[in-house]
DNA sequence: CTGTTAGCGCCTTCAC
DNA sequence: GTGAAGGCGCTAACAG
């Protein structure tokens, strides 16, 4: 009879655990309350605070404890109690390291942790590996936070859904009962194109962020747009191309000043060298439909980077071939992550909220964990006009149409 | 009678649940396991793999759960029953946000991630607020590796202790019963230092990394080196203090260029301006004993930075000066962190092996949850000679006595 | 103010 | 290959 039962195998079993069995059954609140003469449910008022208890019991609890150096209730036999662990989740699309080169995502993880206060405990980071997904649907969380996720986690999305976690994404395409926390990337990325135009740039080149899992620097073509996943890089590929129809240029294989340095010199030597460094094709310029003015598809006179990073490594590439910024290429980004290091740049740039659209989740978290029902949440984008966007060397200075381009296709 | 609990009053009481009850007692494996006609132990097979089943058995589970919408055996239960959640917590000494705008940081913790290979479910980021305290030991997690960690976290490690919770500290001072994983941060500092004495340098300041809970750029004093808790910043220091005894110079408030910036203005305008920016007293130059050579305590010629993060914003300050590095200034660093934006040049520093650091801390966790008991870790650092450090411009060339400089206190 | 009681959801030894 | 039961450690109703 009497199944014993031994979560805890490891000591004497395993490990030769030299000393004079430090663990004869750990401490449990069961055995303060023998000790101390009382029972568990006062033991565990003591501890808790919750419901009242005489000073003098609640002492001789602690000071049976200490006795037995016990220190508080076991937090996953409490967090089972409660069907509460007071741990959010924070599921990363990327293997940890990329996200955490990504200064805006950073920002964002700072923007959560701010409002979180870890009096909740802490953040799980999480990465959606793809395959197995295991780890998110094994682990212990109360809630959580996608963090520009591709749709691959459907499938765990309803197991939170059913387990009655709540969820909010940011940043990522929309999914039925996750509350959304985004950026007009559309709108913003479209205001920054028409600056771009309106200083009179006709020969533009976009280097875009991933838009899918392979992780490669390759040009831009329609079956990447295809069968993209990433909501960001498509909402600002599609602002963009409201004002450049076609736009073309080259996907990065993640948002770093490598990868735009590599793109910047492919899109600039690469009309000459043809097939540099590894991009086999075309997509530079204007792409197809170069806009109203020169369809001479030649070197590109302003390259517009999905990301800060990028752009800092395309004006790097720009400025290693010889090209002066904003005077011969004009660069504009998108962040506004204040990279430091850019010499006497500042980069032109569309400034997004990254703490803010942090903070806005963990409230957001918050809420749904008392509860609540809050709204998705929504932020603009402000332009910082900068110093590496300028008229084009050649171009006419007040060239004003504000509405798009036709596509030539 | 029938204490009737409910863990999960979230639903109908709280928020008006305007959908017909998605949640009437969410489906459990005693459920599935009475749709499927089979026991609760049959149907835990079914999904564990753990002890032999019928296929058409396990089909048949499988199917019930399907049907119940049941996706897996709740986190939770599961964690108290097993004694494992899978999660491996992370300490962190500061507020989130200061811990990743550090590369060094977030090198370690990829190498963590890397070793762990998120098949355990996570990294959990807790910080060591100091007060409280609450969450480090509310939260659940099998094992925990800390980040340069104060003292302050005595009773923290006492409970894991307690709670057989294996310990890796990184960085960190040493405490019994956590493995410790560690660089030589002294005696590479000493090979620093000597390399800028070996230039000629006499006159040598320090740009400290913080040293304690303050945070707050201001001169290094006795008082702070007496009470520092810090001891990566401590050993470096000390190290460097074995060619320049008695080094002086100023606390950083964290490890930025924007505060290598400020102590930069503070040790290269200050001698002159006297009272800059905040820093009050002295603390110039080779400080109390400027060592063999000019006792004059002019602009130093040499700054020590104990980070790479510091030296860039020394660098910077330099040049916003007029200063020419390393003509005019020699600025060394220490991490290796390869910084970018550094312009032309290319930094003095040592390089330490920060990913290697977190591989360590995650494999070192890993044996020590199978029951092993894997021994210290210590790394060494490898000087990288750059080009930020050159011969001062009026010393001799060659001047080389390897022994210490004794104080002159 | 304290004790009793009934599980949270699962795993696991033991018997069949 | 399957079923039955005990309990991981704790908390929350309720009764006294």
Same mark, same amino acid.
């Given at each position: 009879?009497?199944?014993?039962?031994?979560?805890?195998?490891?000591?004497?079993?395993?490990?030769?655990?030299?000393?004079?069995?430090?663990?004869?059954?750990?401490?449990?609140?069961?055995?303060?309350?023998?000790?101390?003469?009382?029972?568990?449910?006062?033991?565990?008022?003591? %501890?808790?605070?919750?419901?009242?208890?005489?000073?003098?019991?609640?002492?001789?609890?602690?000071?049976?404890?200490?006795?037995?150096?016990? %220190?508080?209730?076991?937090?996953?036999?409490?967090?089972?109690?409660?069907?509460?662990?007071?741990?959010?989740?924070?599921?990363?699309?990327?293997?940890?390291?990329?996200? %955490?080169?990504?200064?805006?995502?950073?920002?964002?993880?700072?923007?959560?942790?701010?409002?979180?206060?870890?009096?909740?405990?802490?953040?799980?980071?999480?990465?959606?590996?793809?395959?197995?997904?295991?780890?998110?649907?094994?682990?212990?969380?109360?809630?959580?936070?996608?963090?520009? *996720?591709?749709?691959?986690?459907?499938?765990?999305?309803?197991?939170?859904?059913?387990?009655?976690?709540?969820?909010?994404?940011?940043?990522?395409?929309?999914?039925?009962?996750?509350?959304?926390?985004?950026?007009?990337?559309?709108?913003?990325?479209?205001?920054?194109?028409?600056?771009?135009?309106?200083?009179?740039?006709?020969?533009?080149?976009?280097?875009?962020?991933?838009?899918?899992?392979?992780?490669?620097?390759?040009?831009?073509?329609?079956?990447?747009?295809?069968?993209?996943?990433?909501?960001?890089?498509?909402?600002?590929?599609?602002?963009?191309?409201?004002?450049?129809?076609?736009?073309?240029?080259?996907?990065?294989?993640?948002?770093?000043?490598?990868?735009?340095?590599?793109?910047?010199?492919?899109?600039?030597?690469?009309?000459?060298?043809?097939?540099?460094?590894?991009?086999?094709?075309?997509?530079?310029?204007?792409?197809?439909?170069?806009?109203?003015?020169?369809?001479?598809?030649?070197?590109?006179?302003?390259?517009?980077?999905?990301?800060?990073?990028?752009?800092?490594?395309?004006?790097?590439?720009?400025?290693?071939?010889?090209?002066?910024?904003?005077?011969?290429?004009?660069?504009?980004? %998108?962040?506004?992550?204040?990279?430091?290091?850019?010499?006497?740049?500042?980069?032109?740039?569309?400034?997004?909220?990254?703490?803010?659209?942090?903070?806005?989740?963990?409230?957001?978290?918050?809420?749904?964990?008392?509860?609540?029902?809050?709204?998705?949440?929504?932020?603009? *984008?402000?332009?910082?006009?900068?110093?590496?966007?300028?008229?084009?060397?050649?171009?006419?200075?007040?060239?004003?149409?504000?509405?798009?381009?036709?596509?030539?296709?």
């Amino acid at each position: 009879m009497s199944a014993n039962n031994q979560p805890h195998p490891v000591d004497g079993a395993r490990s030769g655990e030299s000393a004079g069995a430090p663990d004869p059954s750990r401490s449990t609140l069961a055995g303060v309350a023998k000790r101390a003469g009382v029972s568990v449910s006062t033991a565990s008022i003591a %501890f808790s605070g919750i419901g009242s208890i005489a000073t003098a019991t609640r002492d001789r609890v602690l000071q049976a404890a200490a006795e037995l150096r016990y %220190f508080g209730p076991d937090p996953r036999a409490r967090s089972l109690r409660q069907g509460r662990s007071g741990i959010v989740g924070v599921v990363l699309e990327d293997r940890v390291i990329h996200s %955490f080169r990504d200064p805006m995502t950073i920002a964002v993880l700072d923007g959560i942790s701010q409002e979180l206060g870890n009096e909740n405990g802490g953040l799980l980071l999480l990465t959606s590996t793809g395959i197995g997904e295991s780890s998110i649907q094994s682990a212990v969380f109360d809630a959580a936070v996608f963090l520009g *996720c591709s749709p691959r986690l459907t499938r765990s999305i309803e197991v939170m859904r059913q387990r009655n976690v709540p969820m909010v994404a940011i940043e990522a395409q929309h999914f039925d009962g996750v509350l959304s926390v985004a950026l007009d990337n559309r709108e913003a990325s479209t205001r920054l194109a028409q600056h771009v135009y309106d200083l009179g740039h006709r020969e533009v080149a976009v280097v875009a962020l991933p838009m899918d899992a392979l992780r490669q620097l390759r040009p831009l073509t329609d079956e990447i747009v295809a069968d993209a996943t990433t909501a960001v890089s498509m909402d600002r590929l599609a602002g963009a191309r409201e004002v450049y129809a076609g736009l073309g240029g080259y996907v990065a294989a993640n948002s770093s000043s490598d990868d735009g340095f590599a793109a910047g010199l492919l899109l600039l030597g690469g009309a000459d060298v043809a097939g540099g460094a590894g991009g086999s094709g075309g997509a530079v310029g204007a792409g197809a439909g170069a806009g109203a003015g020169s369809s001479r598809r030649g070197r590109p006179t302003a390259i517009i980077a999905q990301s800060d990073l990028l752009a800092v490594g395309v004006i790097r590439a720009a400025e290693s071939l010889g090209l002066r910024v904003p005077a011969d290429l004009t660069v504009v980004g %998108f962040d506004g992550a204040r990279i430091e290091g850019l010499s006497d740049h500042d980069l032109t740039t569309m400034v997004q909220p990254a703490t803010e659209k942090g903070r806005a989740a963990g409230r957001a978290v918050t809420e749904l964990l008392a509860g609540g029902h809050p709204p998705d949440v929504h932020f603009a *984008c402000t332009l910082h006009p900068g110093t590496t966007a300028a008229p084009p060397p050649t171009a006419p200075p007040t060239a004003r149409p504000t509405s798009p381009v036709p596509t030539s296709t």
